[in-house]
């Protein structure tokens, strides 16, 4: 079994900065990619940063020069500094990481249950 805990959300106002954690535990041999996404009301999921092992990162087009995502494997932690912070960033931020389990072949993701973030204008 794996836990997966977002924390750090919060109302900040537009133009003000967050940062968000996301701490993994459990039965783990590993953990692939850690990613955060949001998702607002009546609206889809989707993808904001992502990070694999290795350090590669990608982001979403509409946070690329504002967002910044990093880990710290130690910890299994994972961080999404926000700046610039616009209205229309106000969401549920989920943290989802892809972890190998000690005894299962398998790479299975996990979805922490999600941390507020709102912009006031």
């Known amino acids: 079994q794996v836990q997966v805990v977002e924390s750090g959300g919060t109302l900040v106002q537009a133009g003000g900065s967050l940062r968000l954690s996301c701490a993994v535990s459990?039965?783990?041999?590993?953990?692939?990619?850690m990613g955060w996404y949001r998702q607002a009301p009546g609206k889809q999921r989707d993808l904001v940063a992502a990070i694999t092992s290795g350090g590669s990162t990608n982001y979403a087009d509409s946070v690329k020069g504002r967002f910044a995502i990093s880990r710290d494997n130690a910890k299994n932690t994972v961080y999404l500094q926000m700046d610039s912070l616009r209205p229309e960033d106000s969401a549920v931020y989920y943290c989802?990481?892809?972890?190998?389990?000690?005894?299962?072949?398998?790479?299975?993701?996990?979805w922490g249950q999600g941390t507020q973030v709102t912009v006031s204008s």
């Open positions: 459990g039965n783990i041999r590993s953990i692939k990619t």
């Open positions: 989802n990481t892809e972890v190998k389990l000690l005894r299962d072949w398998r790479t299975l993701a996990y």
